[in-house]
């Protein structure tokens, strides 16, 4: 009561809650309160942006005008030209103020039209708004003969403009409160003329509700109102019609079930007939199952066992109390337990599984049972247990497990003496690309090449000794992602301070180089393995064993992988060491050969080796190849006046010095007592004789201190010859260089001669 009363009282002073006309205007007012908003804002917005658009335009017009008329007179400094310009820009009422200046940006001449507005030169030198948005500023470079002669800043007032704008914000105010106001009018007759019809049919409803079944709507127009209120009074006759026609079906049912129940009774005793029936079978099957030799086994969704055989009672030696009643979780680990589980949800899908299962016994025996599993089903379909057969495999599968291990421990076997052939082979053959190495680059690469198929899980770093210096680089690594020691000092390794392979199983406990502690790879078993040869050192191979980090392995395991690698590593290494050895020894004995000892230049047999080859290439290339040999002047004074070894230091310096003033890949050798050769591949004639200037011009300067005395006036004559102006071979080549050095030394020394292809005829270059 008190419900209605609170409905009605809302419905009276809330009408649009009852009254679809009310929800029409409801809807309608976002509309209408959008149009007006939109009014509103956007015709001040577009009024604003036209006017500053045509303010502008306008100040660029009037700035194009000023700029044209003051350059003349900024140019010939015509002050009363300017201010007669400025005056009359002044009489445009918009015009707040005019600044003028110079090239250098110094303000020669301003108008402003209010004291209140305090102007910033250097403010004004930029287009836009200026002062709190009161002034349009614009600002342009004055040209006179396409060159600035000056800056002009002309400021409009936005006062205008700001009125303006006010007057139409105040007249889209009232015209969208009209707009708003009248819409909502118009929608509010619309909407009544609309829904009339529909009332009309609300009250006929009404009245059917309460129970008047001949009341009909009288609503007779052609629109969709019309169609309803039709199809309403035709569903009311049917109604109608469907009402009688259900007192009929209800006296005809009732006849119908007076029927049926005399038949259920009827099915009912026949049902316990055969449920009599079945239960004599079930009780011969128990018989069987029971003295079945296999277990088998009931049990429910909870895995509670509702069954068991004799032959079950056996297998989980329940003796006295039986199985029944107990849970198979009782005698499973966590892990057979989720074996279980998802066995169950396989048989709540009406799935068969034939599968192993592992039970654990009170004694803490465990047994392995073959299970055969049905799921059994009540007659709705619901899962209701499963019924399992069991067979005991714990010998079979001991049997399984001890070949399995036997075959195993075989193919463990075979696998370790074919990795060991392998590496073997891998040892030879990178023992012979070492041989044929050219170089210590080449064996560098080798070596990690080698490295990565030999040790392929292993992180490896390369580190060599550059003569007799006490640092070791690092030239190489494999599978080695962090960053690395570049340089370590032989004292920070404690393989290389005993001589010996130093391995560490324990990072944690055991002696660890200095050198590893900043590796990122430190909790790894690691093995540092120098590298030498009767006694010197030649570098280190630092091997970081052999997993990632995230990977889990018992120590005993990381101690036999790494003993078994220990013959390998140092086979490995003993490998490398040899073949650095050998090369170096061999690269030493090449030097040795080609080098001149006293001034380390390339002596006459790679001399005439390397021309030739020169001479090759220039030839299928098309390159020129110059030659300049070179001879100190008066050497023989110096050795007599100062001595033996003082001559050795000349040629020592003029060495140094000849090498400065050529290009590195240009050779240098002593051809024989002071006399020295430079080859220059790829160099024409003009650009040799400009290097032979040079090397001359280097040795005038030179001022030699050797024993408290000073050498200087030291000269060096040259002459050139070039390939194929002077010879296609090396020994015309060379010949027209000497007898052009000749030539040098005959007109006076301390020059260069240019060798001439008719060797009787030189010129002085």
Not at 407 to 417: M, P, R, S
Request: charged share 25%; aromatic share 8%; net charge neutral.
């Amino acid at each position: 009561m008190v419900k209605t009363i609170f409905s009605s009282l809302i419905n009276r002073f809330f009408p649009w809650r009852t009254r679809i006309v009310f929800k029409f205007m409801l809807i309608s007012i976002p509309f209408l309160t959008l149009i007006s908003l939109a009014l509103f804002t956007l015709a001040p917005y577009w009024y604003k942006k036209n006017s500053l658009r045509a303010l502008e335009d306008k100040s660029r017009s009037l700035g194009s005008i000023a700029a044209y008329s003051l350059a003349p007179a900024i140019v010939f400094e015509d002050a009363e030209g300017i201010k007669e310009i400025i005056s009359s820009l002044s009489q445009s009422p918009e015009i707040e103020y005019i600044l003028v200046f110079n090239s250098q940006g110094q303000e020669i001449a301003r108008f402003s039209r209010s004291e209140k507005l305090t102007l910033n030169p250097e403010g004004s030198r930029q287009t836009g708004h200026l002062y709190d948005n009161q002034v349009w500023n614009y600002y342009a470079p004055i040209n006179h003969q396409n060159q600035v002669v000056g800056y002009l800043s002309l400021g409009f007032s936005l006062t205008e403009v700001d009125r303006q704008i006010k007057h139409i914000r105040q007249l889209t105010t009232l015209i969208s409160v009209l707009i708003f106001g009248l819409g909502l009018f118009l929608i509010y007759i619309m909407s009544s003329l609309t829904t009339r019809p529909l009332r009309r049919m609300t009250k006929t409803v009404q009245e059917i509700s309460s129970g008047n079944l001949s009341k009909r709507t009288e609503v007779a127009s052609d629109d969709e109102v019309g169609t309803l209120a039709k199809s309403f009074n035709l569903m009311v006759d049917r109604l109608h019609q469907t009402l009688s026609s259900l007192q009929e079906a209800r006296e005809n049912l009732e006849k119908r079930v007076e029927e049926r129940t005399a038949e259920l009774k009827k099915q009912i005793e026949e049902k316990e007939a055969i449920a009599r029936k079945l239960k004599e079978s079930e009780e011969l099957f128990r018989n069987m199952v029971e003295n079945l030799g296999e277990a088998v086994v009931i049990a429910d969704v909870e895995q509670n066992f509702l069954f068991a055989n004799q032959a079950a009672n056996r297998i989980f030696e329940e003796f006295e109390t039986g199985l029944t009643g107990k849970n198979l979780k009782d005698y499973l680990s966590s892990e057979q337990q989720q074996l279980v589980s998802w066995q169950t949800a396989r048989r709540k899908r009406g799935l068969r599984d034939v599968y192993e299962l592992e039970i654990t016994l009170k004694d803490g025996r465990k047994k392995t049972l073959l299970v055969n599993a049905v799921p059994q089903f009540d007659q709705e379909g619901n899962y209701i247990s499963t019924l399992a057969v069991m067979t005991d495999i714990t010998g079979k599968k001991k049997e399984e497990a001890a070949l399995a291990e036997a075959k195993a421990q075989l193919e463990k076997a075979y696998a370790e003496l074919k990795k060991n052939n392998e590496e073997a082979s891998l040892l030879v053959e990178m023992g012979d690309a070492l041989q044929l190495a050219s170089s210590e680059e080449e064996i560098i690469n080798i070596v990690i090449n080698f490295a990565r198929q030999i040790f392929p899980e292993d992180s490896i770093l390369l580190y060599l000794r550059q003569g007799k210096e006490n640092l070791l680089q690092l030239v190489g690594s494999w599978n080695f992602k962090l960053p690395a020691e570049d340089l370590i000092n032989l004292d920070d390794c404690w393989a290389i301070r005993k001589s010996a392979p130093h391995f560490v199983l324990d990072p944690s406990s055991e002696l660890i180089c200095p050198h590893l502690k900043t590796s990122g790879l430190i909790n790894r078993p690691v093995a540092c393995l120098p590298l030498g040869s009767f006694g010197e050192n030649l570098g280190l191979l630092t091997v970081f064993c052999c997993w990632e980090e995230s990977q889990e392995v018992a120590g005993q395991d990381i101690e036999n992988l790494i003993t078994s690698k220990k013959h390998l590593l140092v086979t490995f290494s003993q490998r490398v060491a040899m073949a650095l050895t050998n090369f170096r020894l061999r690269q030493s004995l090449k030097e040795q050969s080609i080098r001149d000892p006293l001034t380390g230049l390339y002596n006459r047999r790679y001399l005439e080796e390397t021309l030739e080859r020169e001479l090759l290439r220039a030839k299928r290339a098309g390159h020129p190849v110059s030659v300049i040999m070179l001879d100190i002047d008066h050497f023989k004074k110096f050795n007599d006046t100062y001595g033996h070894e003082a001559g050795d230091f000349i040629l020592q310096t003029v060495a140094r010095t000849t090498q400065k003033s050529v290009r590195a890949e240009d050779i240098i050798c002593r051809y024989g007592g002071e006399e020295f050769t430079v080859i220059l591949p790829g160099l024409e004639l003009k650009k040799a004789v400009s290097r032979a200037e040079l090397i001359l011009d280097s040795v005038r300067h030179l001022e030699i201190n050797y024993g408290g005395s000073v050498l200087k006036n030291l000269t060096i004559s040259a002459g050139v010859a070039a390939f194929p102006e002077h010879g296609e071979k090396w020994p015309e080549l060379l010949q027209a260089a000497d007898s052009a050095l000749l030539q040098a030394k005959s007109q006076g020394r301390n020059r260069i001669v240019i060798a001439k292809k008719d060797s009787l005829e030189m010129s002085e270059g």
